[in-house]
Each structure stands twice: as structure tokens, then as C-alpha cells.
């Protein structure tokens, strides 16, 4: 196996690869050994990686990039989005996409991949609707057990409190399915 030498002083073999961001925003890549790794400042005297100086290059680096990935119908930068949340236009959804995917992945377990199209399935519809339902027949229950009691109708009151049972472990049912 060939070792690559330093690209710096072209004697010592590389031990490491910084990326460096040129005045024009190039990414350049250098092959460095650990004594001009010392000399760039990336390694300090002890020989541990100075992982602030690296996390803040790279920090730099991601953050010129996001502000340079704009839409193109209404300029909204994928800084900005980041920044507020929002969408400036139907069309940054199709330019951000690279970026968003993954990010969405991690939140919505829904969504799977179907060749080159990504699509979001979502819940049933029959499944909110039903929810829906028990929420507001529980509600119900509640104003009508608070009723009976206030009238002294402990019997009715009975029947009402085991009815509104019924109905919170139809929905805590619901949520472990």
C-alpha cells in the first residue's frame, strides 16, 4: 500500500486531510502530515486535533453553502429557511429536496422511498375521523356527568362514569394500535 506524502512539505507522510475554503468559497482539500498540521494550527503541541478550530471551518463552510443554495423563483436562501421555518414558495420544497429529505426522514416515519419519487403516506383518514369522534363523545360525557352529579343523580351519574370509561380505553386502544 502507498502512502501519500504531505502536500505541503512533500517529505512526511499525511496523517490527516483538511479542507480548507478558498476567498472564492472553493473547497480545496490538503493531504497534511502531523508537523504542518502543528504549523496550520489544526494540531496543537500535544498532539491532540484542535476540534474547535475544525468544527468552526466546517460551521463556515456549511453556512456559506446554505446561503448560497437559494430558490430560484423567490431568492429564499436554505439559511433563511433554517433560520424561520417557512417555505418562500411552492418551488423551494424542489430545491431544498437534497437537503430536507433527510432531515424529514428522521422525523416522519411514514415516508418511504419508491425508486426516485419520495411521497409521505400519511394516516388514515377513517383513523383521525374516528379519533375525532371519541374525543368529542368523552367531552360529551364529561359535561353530562358533571350534570348529573350537580342534580344528585348518582345513579345516572353510574352510568354515565362507566360509559366514559369505556370510551378512554376505546382511545388509549386506538393510540397502541
Known sequence: MEENLCQICHKNVAVMV???????????EIAVCEECAKKK????????????EIFKIMLKARE???????????????????????????????????????FIKRLQTTIRE???????K???????TKRSLLFSEI???????KKAIEEENYE????????????????KKDEIE
Not at 115 to 120: C, L, P, V
Not at 139 to 145: A, D, P
Open 64 to 102: 456559506k453553502e446554505d446561503k448560497e443554495l437559494k430558490c430560484a423563483r423567490c431568492l429564499l436562501s436554505f439559511y433563511e429557511f433554517k433560520k424561520y421555518g417557512k417555505f418562500g414558495c411552492p418551488d423551494c420544497f424542489k430545491v431544498f429536496e437534497e437537503r430536507l429529505i433527510p
Open 18 to 28: 483538511i479542507t480548507e475554503i478558498d476567498e472564492k468559497g472553493n473547497k480545496v
Open 41 to 52: 494550527g489544526v494540531l496543537e503541541s500535544d498532539k491532540t486535533l484542535n476540534l474547535n
Open 114 to 120: 419508491r425508486e426516485d419519487e419520495i411521497f409521505h
Open 156 to 171: 345516572q351519574a353510574a352510568k354515565i362514569r362507566d360509559r366514559l370509561r369505556e370510551k378512554e380505553k376505546e382511545l
Open 122 to 128: 400519511g394516516k388514515k383518514v377513517t383513523a383521525g
Open 139 to 145: 367531552k360529551k360525557l364529561k359535561i353530562e356527568l
